[in-house]
């Protein structure tokens, strides 16, 4: 069984298809995903949970050490919970009632106590007094004595007076050349002491993945795909908003009515492939294909393609796509054998006019997925995949 909590693996991490191949796996018998919006990877789930809003629910929040303004908040329910909605930490109390370990998540404590408890523990007891926050909802922290000429923002310190307000680097400056790196891990080839750009080369050789211009697989696929965040969501938030998908650069209209997620392209390497504005691309690689829409344009470079990260997945069939989803694409090692980190922009792959007879193809090889309801003003919705039992 998979638990997948707040689920958009696929769209917001690396290896997405590989992601796919994992949920379907035969040995996994029961998906469960509990999230407001039916998010990505809900598509695979066997159930899905009611979760409720952050509107919602009682709750503290507060904010983070890098925030302008530091501040604690106690926050009722804006509204009335919708349906049989229940949160996170409500959920697995109720699960561990099954268990007959509810006791040792919840300690005997209501959401209540659990919030008294929090403040227990938090510097805030020394400016602002229990009752005093739940009854004006919100405490902003003094600042400190002499702030403007202590606290200074950034790394202005550092550029007045390096000595005096050093960085946490082992020198106290700004380093180009890791020592630490060099000492630990020697012939690194992909994280050296010097930070500089891997120009290829293959598994065979040490490397973790090949995704350069140059290497082996570029001669399959020779185009780099930079797949930036969009400026019209955040990873998929967003990306289901009716009056965003107005936009022009939002979207591309498809022939079929689809709206499909644009493929910036060069005009040469456009030209070269046959593809002209509004086509329908095949953006693919050895991992899949995703369905985009072509956007010809100068402000691309040639020998690279831009589709930007966060287009909600629409399976057509296994490692085909047709919501244009980026990270479906990418390599799903690290960026290195020593360290982790994810390679989701600047990866090879080609791309390719869809040609009709082979849409045509597919809509009679799988005609579950072009049967699906669509909305072009949402996209892919609730209806389109939720079976209400």
Known sequence: MVWSEKPCNQCCWNGGFKFQDAMRAEHIEFVVTNHQWIENDSLFGDLILPITTCVEENDVVGSNQNSGAKFQGKCAPACDRVGESMSD??????????????????????????????????????????????????YLYDLADGWDQEELPGMRGFYLDPEKHALDTPSGKLEFYSAALEEHFPGDKERGGIARWVSGGSPEEGWTHDECIGGPRSEKYPLLLLANPSRWRLHVQGDDVPWVREFETMKVKGKDGYLYEPCWIHPNDAAARGIVDGDIVKVLNDRGIILTGARVSERVIPGCVMVNKGSRVDPIATHIDRGGSANLLSPAEGISKHCWGFAVSGYLVEAEKLEDAEMEAWKQEYPDAFAREYDPATGVNFSSWVIEE
């Open 89 to 138: 930490y409500e959920i697995g109390v109720a699960l561990g009632e099954r268990f007959g370990v509810a006791e040792k998540l919840s300690l005997g404590m209501t959401d209540e106590e659990w919030f008294k408890y929090a403040y227990d523990t938090n510097v805030l007891q020394t400016e602002c007094s229990w009752e005093q926050l739940c009854e004006k909802g919100y």
